[in-house]
């Protein structure tokens, strides 16, 4: 319940079940609702790196459940012997995605907990513990990200938005989706324009599936279609999610973001950018430090294993591209909007704790 509103989530990529997580797998939507549960923590880490979850929030949720399910499966009592083991687990989880700032930023709490915590059993507890916290904070901090980016829609407004960035990818209520669906909740007439996203579609398979199922207005377009629609003037306000942030403003996300934003910026609507703070990484001074994943080129040349395209060909395959705070209007984070990115702007939002 926000602001009076209910928009709880009838369903989340993943949930902790005690001894085992439940992983709802992206790869098979929107046409089968298929889920995983498991003890091990190794599946989690494929599950990742397959991208049966994915969005930023979304996987560093599912890091800090796969390294409780690490931390729950090594037998040993000794807690020299514990430490090791569980340090190499965090390792795996750590190498599974190599761009979204959240993984990190659940290694680095579990990390602090491990250097911190010397007995074994107690050190269990405290890990399970900390990745619930992990969780409930991006339920809530996509709340304030909700309410916030909520008053940036006005009534009557058509929205693009690239991927997917609801609850599949959050766990909570979603940054710009969650926005979205804010509005939506508000009562205000809005339209949504879904890029589909390509090469894997998590627009026309995600973005979809979950705009259906709130009853939100949309139309799928293909990714090369967003010039011409903007030129149309069919667009109002272009929201879209966020991987990493570097300390000044720029921003890695879905590959064909940058597109989106230089083309809105020809067009003059606002691009706007929605991700809780712990997307925001001020070691990265700015977007040429952000490490873009390059991904394996069957994800282009096949879908779902089909052949697409020429097997034998050369293919460049990065998974994210960066957009330049000089194209970003605004960044809504949960502490509050950060208008004209900067990296003195950034800086005051990461020190505003409230």
């Not at 949930?15 to 609702?33: A, F, H, K, M, Y």
């Not at 498991?38 to 560093?60: L, W």
């Not at 779902?304 to 960066?322: M, Q, T």
Request: glycine share 6%; with cysteine; aromatic share 8%.
């Amino acid at each position: 319940m926000i602001g009076g509103i209910d928009i709880d989530t009838k369903y989340r990529p993943i949930e902790w079940l005690g001894n085992s997580v439940r992983i709802l797998d992206q790869t098979q939507l929107p046409l089968r609702e298929v889920y995983i549960e498991t003890s091990d923590f190794m599946e989690v880490a494929s599950a990742i790196r397959n991208m049966k979850i994915r969005g930023a929030p979304a996987i560093g949720v599912a890091a800090a459940f796969g390294i409780a399910l690490g931390a729950l499966s090594v037998s040993s009592n000794v807690n020299a012997t514990y430490h090791i083991q569980l340090s190499k687990i965090i390792d795996i989880i750590r190498n599974t995605r190599p761009t979204a700032r959240n993984l990190f930023y659940t290694v680095e709490r579990m990390n602090n907990l491990v250097s911190k915590i010397g007995e074994y059993s107690s050190l269990k507890k405290a890990i399970v513990q900390e990745a619930l916290n992990i969780q409930n904070e991006e339920i809530k901090y996509s709340f304030n990200i909700c309410q916030f980016g909520a008053d940036l829609i006005q009534d009557g407004m058509n929205i693009l938005t690239h991927c997917n960035t609801g609850p599949l990818a959050t766990t909570g209520y979603g940054t710009a989706l969650g926005i979205i669906k804010f509005a939506h909740y508000q009562k205000k007439n809005i339209m949504v324009f879904v890029d589909e996203t390509r090469p894997l579609f998590q627009g026309s398979r995600l973005t979809v599936w979950e705009l259906k199922k709130e009853g939100i207005p949309f139309s799928l377009i293909t990714d090369s279609m967003a010039g011409a629609v903007m030129y149309q003037n069919k667009i109002n306000l272009v929201i879209v999610g966020a991987d990493c942030i570097a300390a000044n403003g720029d921003t890695a996300n879905k590959i064909g973001t940058y597109s989106l934003a230089v083309l809105s910026k020809i067009h003059g609507i606002p691009f706007i950018v929605a991700a809780p703070t712990s997307t925001i990484d001020i070691s990265r001074k700015n977007g040429k430090d952000i490490i873009i994943e390059e991904r394996n080129a069957d994800e282009i040349i096949k879908y779902r294993g089909i052949p697409i395209s020429l097997e034998d060909i050369k293919v460049y395959n990065p998974a994210f591209d960066v957009t330049p705070a000089k194209y970003i209007s605004a960044i809504v984070t949960e502490r509050g909007i950060i208008r004209k990115p900067s990296r003195k702007n950034v800086l005051e939002i990461m020190m505003n704790n409230n």
